[in-house]
C-alpha cells in the first residue's frame, strides 16, 4: 500500500530555513508526479508545490515562489521542500502528497504531514 | 493566491439533499475542466472525492456529485447520512501551473 511518511518539521524563529523530507514507499516512485500541500492549524488547505515524475517540471503556488523548493530523489524514493525565509503565516502541517491517476492536478494519497511552527 | 470562495458552512437533515458552492473566476474555475472536491474528516487526511467537474473515483458513493456553470462549481450530497459530517474543499487548476483550493465548508448532519 501506498505510504508516504514526512519529517523535518519543528518549531522555528523567522527568518531560519528548513528542509521537510517524505520517504515513499509502496508504489514505482518514479513514475509519479509529487505535491506539497499545507494546512495552517484550524484553516482551509493550500497548494504549495509539484514536481514532475522525474524532476524536470516544477511549480509553485504564489505565497511561496522564490522561498521553497521542491526536488526529489528517485533513488531514494524521496520528496524534499526546501523552507526558506519562514514566516510566522508559513505555520502548518506540511502534507506530502501523490497525485492522482486522472491528471497531476488532483492529489489522490496523502501523508500524515509535519507541522512546522514559525515563532519568536 | 486568492482561494476559491465557498460557504463556511452547510447543513442538512438526514436524508435530504445540500449543496456546496465554488465560486472562482474565469481563470480558474470558469476556464478549467480540472475542478474537484476533496472530503476531510477532523484530524484526518483529505480524500478526492470528485475530480474534472463531475467524476467520482472508485469507491465514492454515487450520493455525491459535481456540476459547473460558468464561474461557480457545486458539491451536491444526496440522501445525506450522518457519516457525510466533514469538511469539504474544492479545488481547480489555474492556468496551466497551478493549482487553488477553496477555503472550505463544514457540512453539518442536523
Known amino acids: 500500500q501506498v505510504q508516504l511518511v514526512e519529517s523535518g518539521g519543528g518549531v522555528v524563529q523567522p527568518g531560519t530555513s528548513l528542509r521537510l523530507s517524505c520517504a515513499a514507499s509502496?508504489?514505482?516512485?518514479?513514475?509519479?508526479?509529487m505535491h506539497w500541500v499545507r494546512q495552517a492549524p484550524g484553516k482551509g488547505l493550500e497548494w504549495v508545490a509539484v514536481i514532475w515524475y522525474d524532476g524536470s517540471t516544477k511549480y509553485y503556488g504564489d505565497s511561496v515562489k522564490g522561498r521553497f523548493t521542491i526536488s526529489r530523489d528517485n533513488s531514494r524514493n524521496t520528496l524534499f521542500l526546501q523552507v526558506n525565509s519562514l514566516r510566522p503565516e508559513d505555520t502548518a502541517v506540511y502534507y506530502c502528497?501523490?497525485?492522482?491517476?486522472?491528471?497531476?492536478?488532483?492529489?489522490?494519497?496523502w501523508g500524515q504531514g509535519t507541522l512546522v511552527t514559525v515563532s519568536s | 493566491q486568492s482561494a476559491l470562495t465557498q460557504p463556511p458552512s452547510a447543513s442538512g437533515s438526514p436524508g435530504q439533499s445540500v449543496t456546496i458552492s465554488c465560486t472562482g473566476t474565469s481563470s480558474d474555475v470558469g476556464g478549467s475542466k480540472y475542478v474537484s472536491w476533496y472530503q476531510q474528516y477532523p484530524g484526518k487526511v483529505p480524500k478526492l472525492i470528485i475530480y474534472e467537474v463531475s467524476n467520482r473515483p472508485s469507491g465514492v458513493p454515487d450520493r455525491f456529485s459535481g456540476s459547473k456553470s460558468a464561474n461557480t462549481a457545486s458539491l451536491t450530497v444526496s440522501g445525506l447520512q450522518a457519516e457525510d459530517e466533514a469538511d469539504y474543499y474544492c479545488s481547480s487548476s489555474r492556468g496551466r501551473n497551478s493549482v487553488v483550493f477553496g477555503g472550505g465548508t463544514k457540512l453539518t448532519v442536523l
Open positions: 502528497a501523490r497525485r492522482a491517476q486522472a491528471a497531476w492536478v488532483y492529489i489522490g494519497d
Open positions: 509502496g508504489f514505482t516512485f518514479s513514475n509519479y508526479d
